[in-house]
């Protein structure tokens, strides 16, 4: 059938207008952009893809020219006779079977390279962080630190991080696009007899300080659109001085029994070299302690005389529950719930009166309403939970 030529060419001139508006599209500002990385991980992954695409874009083109030429130079003409038919061109086979293994040995080679890259062991003095994926949240731990966090964590620039990926629950997937990635967290806690090679990492170093918004990337039950995360990249000298805000009240937790051995051992010496380091523990952290009267001293009686230490650990304080996220620096966290709403005063209050309005199907109870695996309500009155909100923002 003849090409009707007069109506095709109105909209053939439009195809360039949206194409255009699709590219500009592309220019904007997003955070969760694979095209900026701010990691040599990120930069291999996006070099690669920029290489492939520019050799696909070739391939392209030399189809497109060649299509176009046999469609002018060979369209159906009035009166013309059929064309003869040819079989078996050894030559034309030969070409579009090497052409192809060409390109895609071609592509293998740095493919294959960047892979490796990506997978390689980490430098002695790596900074070692465990991402734990649980349903429907993150939980950041720093084993060479003692520092643990949730959904949002920070990390020194310039120092090459190794990210350990594992999952308390089911498969979730380790996805901050501007770093890299992304990668699997197995559930390999729950299934100690997995070999070690099931254990996910990600190795980078981190160039540019900033805020990189990442999420879970695999479908991991009703609330896995809320499991987001955030990662605050900051210069050596203020990621240190982050962990000193995290950890400082913790060392009264790690120094109370080395002040009670010391209390035992009497008169010997042990009791002056271990009593500076009690003292200077027991001197409560700011953010752990807030103005005896306050509204947030008030929130912090009621969060450790209720059930929320059964789940929620706060550094300094006797909360030390690990089924949840831990609370320690919660003030300076972007969101609650895993990214379900800002964090303010107004929706942390929303979320412990009932979590399930914020965030359907995760595993907190309300003040009157049980969580979906069962445990029980809190119980807490509307005054109660302001002031739990007040001191929880407090914490930063
Ligand atoms: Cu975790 Cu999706």
Same mark, same amino acid.
């Given at each position: 059938m003849p090409l009707r030529t007069e109506r095709v060419r109105p909209l053939a001139a439009l195809l360039p207008i949206v194409a255009v508006s699709l590219l500009a599209a592309c220019?904007?500002?997003?955070?969760?952009?694979?095209?900026?990385?701010?990691t040599e991980f990120g930069a291999v992954i996006n070099d690669l893809f920029a290489g492939v695409f520019r050799w696909t874009m070739l391939v392209l083109a030399v189809v497109w020219i060649v299509l176009l030429y046999v469609i002018f130079r060979f369209r159906s003409r009035p009166n013309q006779a059929p064309p003869p038919r040819t079989h078996g061109n050894a030559m034309a086979e030969i070409l579009w079977t090497l052409g192809p293994a060409v390109i895609v040995a071609l592509i293998a080679v740095p493919t294959i390279r960047t892979v490796f890259f990506t997978y390689r062991e980490p430098s002695p003095d790596a900074l070692v962080v465990d991402a734990i994926a649980h349903q429907w949240w993150w939980e950041f731990r720093y084993p060479d630190l003692g520092v643990v966090t949730a959904n949002q964590f920070v990390l020194p620039v310039g120092r090459e991080v190794h990210v350990r990926l594992s999952s308390a629950d089911v498969l979730h997937n380790f996805w901050i696009p501007r770093i890299g990635g992304k990668r699997y967290n197995y559930p390999v806690q729950v299934q100690p007899d997995l070999p070690p090679t099931k254990v996910n990492a990600l190795t980078f170093t981190i160039s540019e300080p900033g805020e990189y918004s990442g999420q879970c990337a695999?479908?991991?039950?009703?609330a896995h659109a809320i499991m987001r995360k955030r990662l605050l990249a900051v210069s050596p000298e203020e990621f240190d001085a982050w962990v000193e805000r995290m950890r400082g009240p913790a060392q009264e937790v790690a120094a109370a029994p080395a002040a009670e051995q010391a209390a035992q051992a009497g008169e010997t010496g042990e009791q002056e070299a271990a009593a500076p380091q009690a003292v200077a523990a027991a001197a409560p952290a700011s953010a752990a302690e807030p103005a005896p009267g306050s509204l947030e001293a008030q929130g912090r009686e009621i969060f450790l005389r209720s059930t929320c230490i059964a789940c929620h650990a706060i550094a300094g304080? =006797? *909360?030390?529950?690990?089924? +949840? =996220? *831990?609370?320690?620096?919660? +003030?300076?966290?972007?969101?609650?719930g895993a990214g379900a709403r800002p964090n303010t005063l107004e929706n942390v209050i929303a979320w412990i009166k009932n979590p399930q309005d914020l965030k359907p199907g995760v595993l907190m109870p309300g003040t009157q309403t049980a969580a979906p695996n069962g445990f029980p309500a809190t119980g807490l009155s509307d005054e109660d939970v302001r002031a739990v909100a007040a001191y929880l923002l407090s914490l930063k």
């Open positions: 220019s904007g500002d997003y955070p969760q952009t694979t095209f900026r990385p701010v695999e479908f991991c039950g009703i304080t =006797p *909360a030390r529950g690990t089924i +949840g =996220p *831990a609370l320690t620096g919660f +003030g300076s966290r972007w969101a609650v």
